[in-house]
């Protein structure tokens, strides 16, 4: 059965703009990015929302949808009443392109920034011998579909723009764990990961592992993680000292 | 369409939407309890220190535990047979103990996101703005010092044994015969499990195990050890605030039987 759904959508360019009410038909099974497309072909034509692939894998249609990150694509009509008044805005951590579209390119900058995976100089590609429980723990976070939501829930960056030189984010606090955790990583990511990437602005609250789509443990087996690896090499006497009576490689 | 390109002034700013958050739901309530819970632990945990009717029969007091001030705690220390701390000791014994468990829950990866939420509101939740101007985290003092939680999880660790210690002593009537099982029993067994659980379900104790390991198929203990610890891990938010009510309920149950106030037949 098809109903009147109220919905105020963030308007503007740059970051000025408004939120403007509209009355949207809704049908049974409709998701909110649904929604928006009946926006955009019945009363605003100009309305601008970057989608891609409806199945909550491209990580595009990100927005806050009553006030939380989602994806568009993901989240169904049927989880609002139906005279809930639903209000969508843009990811509000990164600079409005126009409407509900954000310039993520800081997310790109800061995936630079971490260097690749970087195998040992002797040993050659072909050569990776790995027995799968060396390798599942960092497959996880390969599930991540970049649609930056975590990025965008964190308070370091969302809260304080200031930060953001010198936090890389939780997206790329995974892509640094799953590198660290590689059985032929070779690089040393420990130190930057506290020094250049910000690991120690992080203060677990969550966010990112309560808003990742495809349920990554972000905090739990990343973050924490690193910060505990970052221990052992910065902090840690004990590990230290261990490290230099049996000459362990740190 | 209006053209907007990557030189444009206006491109670099976020939308500017003047309220703390735009969320609909009850996301006040989770910290607003959190700080209560908190609190009130606080405020017993206070009391219990400064209370000494730790000791009923074979039953003691799980904040007191170990006793190791002679001056409140003649029989001495059960677990060593001694109590380390003399006469001269005269500050309260729970004081000796609670500062490691204190710690340890302190500079806990959960309790840190349950207060920096709920007390700092850095942020009070998510997509809730936080009221502070400025923030740097853990990078740098005083909180940088989170990082010695190992430390405390080592000591912790060694408490959550005496507790268990302290649980099967329990097992034992006033007259230090085998075979007592009261309602203090079952009490402070629940503890005992609750608080291993809590304890050794730590994020440190797993990377102690095996998470600093990239080869996990060369030490095969160690990841079994691993994956009985990340189990407990999983569960770690459930087992800090059950053990948290566990330990109250079970000191102040020794206590009040310590007092007379329980005083019924299999107590």
């Known amino acids: 059965m098809g109903y009147k759904a109220k919905f105020r959508v963030w308007r503007g360019e740059g970051g000025e703009g408004r939120l403007e009410d509209f009355t949207v038909e809704v049908n049974e099974g409709e998701v909110v990015l649904d929604v928006i497309h009946r926006l955009q072909a019945t009363q605003t034509p100009d309305l601008a929302v970057r989608w891609n692939c409806k199945a909550g894998k491209c990580g595009s249609c990100s927005m806050e949808i009553n006030g939380k990150p989602r994806l568009g694509c993901m989240t169904r009509m049927s989880t609002f009443e139906e005279d809930e008044t639903i209000t969508v805005t843009p990811l509000r951590t990164f600079p409005v392109i126009k409407d509900l579209v954000t310039d993520v390119s800081f997310n790109y900058q800061k995936a630079r920034e971490v260097p690749s995976f970087t195998p040992p100089a002797d040993v050659k590609p072909g050569e990776y011998r790995m027995q799968q429980i060396d390798v599942e723990r960092s497959q996880e976070f390969r599930k991540c579909i970049e649609c930056f939501m975590c990025q965008n829930v ?13 936090f890389s984010g939780p997206r790329y606090f995974i892509r640094i764990a ?73 | 369409m209006t053209q907007t390109t990557a030189e444009s002034a206006v491109r670099k700013q976020r939308a500017q939407i003047r309220v703390r958050t735009l969320r609909t739901d009850r996301w006040w309530l989770a910290p607003v309890l959190t700080f209560a819970g908190l609190f009130l632990f606080l405020i017993y945990g206070f009391w219990a220190m400064f209370d000494l009717s730790m000791l009923a029969g074979s039953y ?50 959960y309790y840190r996101k349950s207060y920096y939420r709920s007390w700092w509101m850095s942020p009070p939740a998510c997509s809730v703005a936080e009221p502070h101007s400025k923030y740097t985290g853990e990078s740098r003092l005083p909180l940088i010092l989170q990082n010695v939680h190992r430390y405390f999880f080592y000591v912790a660790a060694i408490i959550g044994l005496i507790l268990t210690y302290d649980a099967v002593l329990s097992f034992r009537d006033a007259d230090g015969n085998w075979g007592h099982v009261g309602l203090g029993t079952v009490i402070l067994v629940v503890n005992a499990v609750l608080v291993l659980c809590y304890t050794f379900g730590c994020h440190s104790c797993r990377h102690i195990t095996a998470g600093r390991l990239n ?22 938010q459930q087992f800090a605030w059950a053990s948290m009510v566990s330990i109250v309920v079970a000191d102040l149950y020794v206590r009040l039987v310590a007092k007379g106030v329980i005083n019924f037949p299999f107590a």
């Open chain 2, 60 to 109: 003691i007091a799980p904040f007191s535990s170990p006793c190791l001030a002679a001056a409140t705690c003649p029989e001495g220390a059960r677990l060593f047979g001694f109590a380390p701390f003399g006469d001269w000791y005269k500050l309260p014994p729970g004081l000796l103990i609670l500062a490691f468990p204190g710690g340890f829950r302190f500079t806990c990866y």
């Open chain 2, 215 to 236: 080869h996990f198929s060369r030490h095969p203990l160690r990841y079994k050890a691993w994956t009985l610890v990340s189990k407990l891990n999983a569960r770690h």
């Open chain 1, 154 to 166: 964190c308070h370091v960056i969302r809260d304080h723009e200031e930060n953001k030189p010198n």
């Open chain 1, 178 to 250: 799953e590198l660290d955790m590689h059985p032929y990583d070779v690089a040393d990511r420990k130190e930057p990961a506290q020094d250049e990437h910000g690991l120690g602005y992080c203060n677990i609250t969550k966010c990112c592992t309560e808003v990742c789509p495809e349920h990554i443990k972000i905090t739990d087996n990343a973050i924490i993680p690193m910060k505990e690896r970052v221990v052992d090499r910065k902090y840690d006497p004990l590990v230290w000292l261990g490290s230099k009576i049996f000459k362990r490689q740190r």
